[in-house]
């Protein structure tokens, strides 16, 4: 049997989120984030699911992370909640929330993971949302006063940082479509907030280059491949425009040239901040690295009834329990396109993965084979890229547990570990078992 082997020391890891698995969200003096605002308001979330419980990680961390250790994964993503850090979201800072965190740090080390911290996943403060949130200039500040406040807390023993996770998501899910928090409509704010993002991951990291001086930090971004539908010119520029919107072009073209990208630039003319170049310079702070997240491909072609001219095509492809299309070559492309376009130093896979309709089947076992040939699949495709020149440093698993999915509640389950809600039981599926295989190899067997 043949082996694609990995590089010596490439890093095989899990990722998490804050709000999806902590649960306790109010506990030893934490404020309110928006997410908990959201999810406890009427109709946001699927079946009025909220965050309050989640995984209990806030008191099983010991346990899960006994359960990477067992796994053999080599990092751990995993994110800090900013009002636990920072109640209000600026000024006093709570040493409970500290704590908290510093043990995850200390015992991971401990066991040989290398942690993997994300400064923001969406959980803003709420008393920052009160003053405008992302749309306010200044948030700016108030994300890099937090950044530094983690910094000088984490920033001896945590070597690898990411300021933002999906900041699309964060401008354009969550004020121009308002599926998630603070759940916004609102073209003009929504790239207000694109701009603002783009301000304070500048800004933290230029605070990053101060005080850790022995670390890496990037940004890390969701994507999708989108293929147009026909060779029409029209369908190739709809399948490009959405690629420099969706992708990290968006925010990758500022922080290497200096400018949105071209057709994004004619789009959003209008609806930008009006002197936004002004801050183009500052927003260019180099960075170590860029993190993909990647789930599915997309064909669109030309439809201008459709928002921004971009309709989506149907095809017959196996889909995931998101209704997502599984286009395993689509991770290769996204991969090739970062190195071709922007060239970063190092390139992390920071997600990927698949939610399914897992059942404890009665050998106690969950047997997610859907899964199995999902992570395959797409491991392969980062394999490859590899062999075509793409300085990938690791690859992250989404998700180490089922957890909180957003808008969807807990209705889908994206976990290599199943979680039984009602007694937070953790059974390890047959794809974590897998993946330990994985890891153990530094490889996949074909």
């Known amino acids: 049997m043949s082996m694609k082997k990995f590089p010596e020391g490439f890093l095989w890891g899990v990722a998490t989120a804050s709000y999806q698995i902590e ?8 404020g309110m984030s928006i997410w908990h605002t959201f999810s406890h308001t009427p ?75 994300t400064i923001y996943h969406w959980d803003l403060p709420f008393e920052l949302q009160l003053k405008g949130g992302w749309a306010n200039r200044e948030v700016a500040d108030w994300f890099a006063e937090y950044s530094r406040v983690l910094f000088e807390n984490f920033g001896d023993r945590v070597k690898h940082w ?24 609102d073209i003009y704010v929504a790239f207000h907030v694109v701009h603002n993002l783009l301000r304070a991951h500048a800004k933290s990291v230029k605070i990053f280059r101060e005080i ?16 147009p539908a026909s060779e029409k010119e029209e369908d190739v520029r709809t399948a490009e425009f959405a690629h420099q919107f969706t992708n990290y072009p968006l925010f990758l073209n500022p922080i290497y040239k200096g400018d949105y990208p071209e057709l994004v630039r004619e789009f959003a003319r209008e609806f930008l901040p009006k002197d936004y170049k002004k801050d183009m310079e500052e927003i260019q702070e ?17 439809d201008p009834k459709s928002p921004g001219g971009v309709s989506f095509v149907e095809r017959d492809l196996p889909k995931t329990e998101m209704g997502w ?6 991770l290769y492309y996204i991969l090739k396109g970062v190195k071709d376009e922007y060239n970063p130093e190092e390139i992390y896979v920071t997600e990927n993965g698949a939610a399914y309709n897992d059942v404890v089947s009665e050998d106690g076992k969950v047997h997610d084979q859907n899964r199995i040939d999902y992570l395959k699949a797409h491991i392969g495709q980062a394999w490859k890229a590899l ?16 957890n909180f999915e957003w808008a969807e509640g807990y209705s889908k389950r994206f976990g290599i570990v199943y979680v039984d809600y009602q007694t937070q039981k953790r059974i390890i599926k047959d794809s974590g078992h897998w993946y330990a295989n994985v890891i153990k190899n530094n490889g996949l067997e074909d």
Request: charged share 20%; aromatic share 12%; hydrophobic share 40%.
């Open 43 to 117: 109709g946001n979330v699927k079946n009025g699911d909220t965050g309050d419980i989640a995984c209990d990680h806030y008191n099983r961390w010991k346990e899960d992370i006994e359960i990477m250790k067992e796994l053999g994964v080599k990092a751990y993503r995993f994110s800090i909640s900013w009002p636990r850090i920072l109640p209000e979201g600026t000024g006093r800072v709570n040493q409970k929330g500290i704590d908290f965190y510093s043990r995850i740090i200390d015992t991971l080390l401990e066991q040989g993971i290398t942690p993997f911290v």
């Open 286 to 302: 180099r960075i170590n690295f860029v993190g993909i997240n990647y789930y599915s491909g997309h064909m669109v072609k030309y």
């Open 325 to 330: 299309e599984v286009v395993p070559e689509g």
């Open 387 to 402: 062999q075509d020149g793409v300085p990938l440093r690791g690859y992250f698993v989404w998700s180490l547990l089922d």
């Open 23 to 30: 649960g306790s969200p109010l506990a030893d003096g934490a």
């Open 162 to 185: 990411i300021t933002l996770n999906e900041p699309w998501v964060v401008a354009i899910v969550g004020h121009l479509y308002g599926v998630h928090a603070p759940g916004m409509k």
């Open 212 to 227: 850790v001086k022995d670390g890496k930090i990037g940004i890390v971004f969701n994507n999708g491949y989108f293929e």
